[in-house]
C-alpha cells in the first residue's frame, strides 16, 4: 500500500516527467471509476504535483485565460502516475491527461484495485497532522506537544498509524520503524516518545 514516501516519490515522477510538457484538452476519467468527473478543459496547460502524507494534489494549470484547477489524490492500496504512449493505455488507468504533441501521451492514475479516489479542489483532507517528510519540524513539534493526548495511551504500534500525528505512515513504515529502532511494538505510546522531549532535533 503507497505511504508517505511512495507519494512523495510519484510527485517527484509527475513533475520531472511533465515539467516541459503540454497537456491538451478535457480530462479523461474511466466508466468504472466512482470518482468525479473533472470539469476541466484547455487549449494548453501544464500539470504540477506536491505530496503531503498519504495524499498527492495535482495542479493543472492553463497557460493563457481560464483558473487553475487542483485534484486531491489518495492512492488506497495500488495507486500510481505513469505518463505513456495513448496506444499504450494501461488497463486500471482511471485518469489521463492528455499531451498536446503528436503522437499524444497521457499521464495516467493506474489503480488496479480501484480503492484510490480523487476529488475536486486544493484543501488536504481535515484532521490529518503535519507531513512527515515536508513539514519535519511542525510534524515533531505536533507530536511532543500532544502526548497528553489519549491517542498516546495506545500501544506505540496503534498510535503510529494515527494520521492526526503520524501523517504518511501506514503498515509497512510501522513496523519498519519499530524494527530497527528494537522498540517492543506494544510499549505505550507515551513512555517511548516521551525520551524525544530531551532530545536535540
Partial sequence: MPEGPELHLAGRYI?????GVVFSGGVERSAVSKSPEVPFSSEAYRISAASRGKELRLTLAPLGPGEPQDLVFRFGMSGS?????????????HLRFLTRESPPRALCFVDARRFGSWRL??????GRG???????????????????DK???????????????????????????LYRLKIPPFEKARAVLEALKDQEQ
Avoid: M
Fill in 15 to 19: 513533475n520531472e516527467a511533465c515539467g
Fill in 81 to 93: 502516475f505513469r505518463l505513456c504512449p495513448v496506444t499504450q493505455l494501461p488497463r486500471h488507468a
Fill in 121 to 126: 479542489g486544493d484543501a488536504w483532507q481535515p
Fill in 130 to 148: 503535519p507531513c512527515v517528510l515536508s513539514e519535519y519540524q511542525a510534524f515533531r513539534e505536533n507530536v511532543l506537544k500532544n502526548l497528553e
Fill in 151 to 177: 491517542a498516546f495511551d495506545k500501544p506505540i504500534c496503534e498510535a503510529l498509524l494515527n494520521q492526526k500525528f503520524f501523517n504518511g505512515i501506514g503498515n509497512y513504515l510501522r513496523a519498519e520503524i
